[in-house]
């Protein structure tokens, strides 16, 4: 298939861990008003967890790789570890996003079809992004990377209503003109995913595949818990790394020193794979197919303009802020 052409984020910060970059992405937009600045956040889940990440942290991820799809992301915050994995290539974000608007035609069974297709879970009521209800010509959808769900109104075959809705009061708020629908998890689910991840997982290991529950369950197009450790296995095409969603003319920030924390968290993932890799009802695959090796990484950093930002304890200017906080008794 032809590669999509991606617009790219306008710049990447890297911070040697995870808790640096959350603060920064909650401080920075008070300094940069009106810029567009995503963390883009681990799974965080050790490496061949049979766990799926959480669906807020799924959701908030796919936001931004759609964004800096799109060309819309000026700012990209990222641990350094983080940007060892692979990510989905930007032609499967292209391909299954989908937007809904008042007036358009859209049956039901289609519309079921399709949320199924994105990845979205049936229930009764939605609380969290990634999951649908439905009630007669209602349908409630709480669309991956959004903050709050939607309820859609069917008169027939067309869409009537689009509004936004409290899911714990159950009342609508407010009226769109339209609303953009993400795929439900980082891969896809459809029946021919499930076929090449079962023809697939037979080249690739060794031994009987049904003793998994994870071959055996794609033989019904069901993907289980962890699947995410299995992504080459799913894609038609090859994964890429995040540097694929930058725009050519970005600028790439390093806080700190890097090659510590891309090597420490290199090393675990050797370890982990070390200690599963004989694990005969649930292979793992190697390092290598999921991850980048921190050499690739700065290779790949060579692309851009690179600058960093760091302290230097011996510069006698710098002087610690004095003790400003309040004393709330």
């Not at 459809?190 to 079962?198: G, K, N, S, T």
């Amino acid at each position: 298939p032809a590669q999509t052409r991606v617009a790219g984020a306008g710049a990447l910060l890297v911070t040697p861990d995870a808790q640096t970059a959350g603060r920064l992405a909650a401080e920075l937009p008070y300094f940069l008003p009106g810029r567009c600045i995503r963390y883009f956040s681990d799974w965080e889940t050790l490496a061949y967890e049979a766990f799926s990440p959480h669906q807020d942290l799924m959701s908030d991820r796919l936001l931004t790789l759609y964004e800096a799809l799109q060309g819309s992301l000026d700012l990209m915050i990222v641990a350094a570890p983080t940007l060892l994995q692979r990510v989905a290539p930007p032609s499967f974000l292209a391909a299954n996003t989908f937007f809904i608007k008042p007036g358009q035609t859209l049956g039901l069974e289609r519309l079921k079809e399709q949320l199924r297709t994105a990845g979205y879970n049936p229930v009764s009521q939605v609380v969290s992004p990634g999951e649908y209800a439905l009630r007669g010509g209602l349908v409630d959808l709480y669309p991956m990377g959004s903050s709050l769900p939607y309820r859609i109104e069917l008169l027939d075959d067309e869409v009537d209503s689009v509004r936004v809705f409290d899911p714990d009061s159950q009342r609508t708020i407010h009226p769109v003109a339209e609303i953009r629908l993400l795929p439900g998890r980082e891969y896809p689910r459809d029946e021919a995913a499930a076929m090449r991840l079962r023809s697939r997982w037979r080249e690739t290991f060794e031994g009987d595949p049904s003793r998994c529950s994870l071959y055996r369950d794609a033989a019904n197009a069901v993907f289980g818990a962890g699947i995410e450790y299995y992504l080459p296995l799913l894609f038609e095409e090859p994964l890429v790394s995040l540097f694929d969603f930058l725009n050519p003319s970005a600028e790439i920030a390093v806080i700190g020193q890097a090659d510590m924390p891309l090597q420490e968290a290199a090393r675990d993932l050797h370890t982990r794979y070390e200690f599963l890799r004989h694990d005969m009802e649930r292979p793992v695959l190697a390092p290598s197919a999921l991850y980048l090796a921190p050499d690739e990484v700065f290779s790949e950093m060579s692309r851009w303009s690179r600058f960093g930002l760091h302290r230097d304890p011996a510069d006698s200017v710098t002087q610690a802020a004095t003790d400003i906080r309040a004393d709330r008794r």
